[in-house]
């Protein structure tokens, strides 16, 4: 799964968002850092067809945007987003994985209630070694660790090809990234490319990792003059 953008670029009422940015993306696990402001949710929301850029080229896979927005968002997902994958505090572990099977099942589809050993099924891939919780566990008694682990499952439920991961930085606990960061090394290495975006690199965290995922700085991205002339 490769992500090509050539002097990509989006802008809003009140100037622009990012861009114009020039980068690749391969497979595996890559990072996508931005400093805060820089429009990286809106950048991640463009390469998973949630978004349509205003100007330059991008190709997800084999499949060109904005023309195939739909196609790209069959095969891709998103995780971490404020306002998009939200987890309900008041409903059960259970409960929540039901409703994203649901949602993904024909609508003449039956959807059980999910008990420990249907849970745990699920969440084995993306847990790991992590404690995995009960069904009825509350998800406002799971640790940020279960929690950002469980919006990950919920967001492989429907087997993208590639994940996207905003802002991991929103988990405040050293030791909970880097139980993340493993966690989506070893989903990486599978057969699920992950981008995460970051303000700020935890290399010292990725030291663990098999190998340090690849790094795209949108800082260092930008189109040189004579592309953006030439793109518009």
Same mark, same amino acid.
């Given at each position: +799964?490769?992500?090509?953008?050539?002097? *990509?670029?989006?802008?809003?009422s009140?100037?622009?968002?990012?861009? =114009? $940015?020039?980068?690749?993306?391969? %497979?595996?696990?890559?990072?996508? @850092?931005?400093?805060?402001g820089s &429009?990286?949710?809106?950048?991640?929301?463009t390469?998973?067809?949630? +978004?349509?850029?205003?100007?330059?080229?991008?190709?997800? #896979?084999?499949?060109?945007?904005?023309?195939?927005? @739909?196609?790209v968002?069959?095969?891709?997902?998103?995780? &971490?987003f404020?306002?998009?994958d939200?987890?309900e505090?008041?409903?059960?572990?259970?409960?929540?994985?039901?409703? @994203?099977?649901?949602?993904?099942?024909?609508?003449?589809?039956?959807?059980?209630?999910?008990?420990?050993? %249907?849970?745990?099924?699920?969440?084995? =891939?993306?847990?790991?070694?992590?404690?995995? =919780?009960?069904?009825?566990?509350?998800?406002?008694?799971?640790?940020?660790?279960?929690k950002? *682990?469980?919006?990950?499952?919920?967001?492989? +439920?429907?087997?993208?090809?590639?994940?996207?991961?905003? %802002?991991?930085?929103?988990?405040?606990?050293?030791?909970? @990234?880097?139980?993340?960061? #493993?966690r989506?090394?070893?989903?990486?290495?599978?057969?699920?490319?992950?981008?995460?975006?970051?303000?700020?690199?935890?290399?010292? $965290?990725?030291?663990?990792?098999?190998?340090?995922?690849?790094?795209?700085?949108?800082?260092?991205?930008?189109?040189? =003059?004579?592309?953006?002339?030439?793109?518009?």
């Amino acid at each position: +799964m490769h992500i090509n953008a050539d002097s *990509l670029e989006l802008s809003a009422s009140r100037g622009p968002v990012y861009g =114009p $940015l020039t980068f690749e993306i391969g %497979d595996g696990l890559s990072v996508l @850092r931005g400093d805060v402001g820089s &429009g990286r949710t809106s950048l991640l929301l463009t390469l998973a067809g949630r +978004m349509r850029p205003g100007a330059g080229e991008l190709t997800v #896979g084999e499949y060109r945007l904005p023309h195939h927005l @739909r196609a790209v968002q069959k095969l891709s997902s998103v995780c &971490g987003f404020a306002g998009i994958d939200d987890l309900e505090d008041s409903v059960t572990v259970g409960a929540a994985l039901r409703e @994203r099977r649901a949602w993904l099942s024909p609508w003449f589809s039956l959807v059980r209630k999910l008990n420990d050993v %249907d849970v745990a099924q699920v969440c084995r =891939p993306v847990f790991g070694s992590e404690p995995i =919780p009960h069904a009825g566990t509350i998800i406002w008694d799971l640790s940020d660790t279960q929690k950002f *682990l469980l919006r990950i499952t919920l967001a492989l +439920m429907s087997g993208p090809e590639i994940l996207f991961v905003d %802002d991991l930085e929103q988990v405040r606990s050293r030791e909970s @990234r880097a139980v993340l960061w #493993g966690r989506l090394a070893h989903i990486a290495s599978e057969s699920t490319a992950v981008v995460v975006s970051a303000t700020s690199l935890d290399a010292d $965290l990725w030291d663990a990792l098999e190998s340090h995922p690849e790094i795209v700085d949108m800082t260092h991205t930008a189109a040189q =003059p004579e592309l953006i002339e030439e793109s518009r």
